[in-house]
């Protein structure tokens, strides 16, 4: 089964498809961890990559798509995946549709996370980063053992700077613009289901299990 998950910033989406991933037995396929995986190993579109990111530009979609392409081609993705991350647009949907049908695959379920401004600045404001493996943690929510401190890798946390409400607000407007498209895409399609990511984590994974489970009771939690 191929399931993307959408939604804002905050909303949510990496928590939920790594837990998901983990209920369902799928691989979670993140682009941001595969961007990240490329350029730390220096692989040739990782050095590509590099070269954006070093001039202080995004990387290109096309750059993105190659890298998601691979991953695609691993033995683990032909049961199916939890995809996080891509698409963010029109174009990448229609990309992604065209690598799937290479493939003889297609998308079954796009879950739509839709988190409220108000709740979506809290879980923004208080989230720290870390600065080594980038693992995420919650002042309130989900704070580190040791403070200030990674619980993976004892790297030192950090807050970043697009976090703070002014910013989120922004980050918010701009999201919605963009993603307005792609949502009616997938509606049309008649795959995608809208989740209310305000909801205590646990109950929104298995809203979503259970969403799943309609379309597909092969699948084993």
Known sequence: MQIILLGPPGAGKGT???????RLNLPHI???????????NETLLGKEARDFMDKGLLVPDELVARMLMLRLDQPDVKKGFILDGYPRNINQAQTLDDML?????????????????????QRLGGRLVCSSCAANFHIKNMPPKKSGICDSCGGKLYQR???KEETVKKRL????????SLIQYYEQRKILHRLSADEDAEI???KIICLAQESDDSLKV
């Not at 407007?173 to 307005?180: I, R």
């Open 16 to 22: 939920q498809a790594k837990r998901l991933a983990e």
């Open 30 to 40: 993140s682009t941001g961890d595969i961007l990240r995986h490329n350029v730390k």
């Open 101 to 121: 049908k290479q493939r003889d695959l297609d998308i079954d379920m796009v879950i739509y996370l839709d988190g409220s401004e108000s709740v979506i600045i």
């Open 161 to 163: 700077a697009d976090d």
């Open 173 to 180: 407007e701009v999201y919605k613009k963009e993603v307005s």
């Open 204 to 206: 929104v994974l298995d």
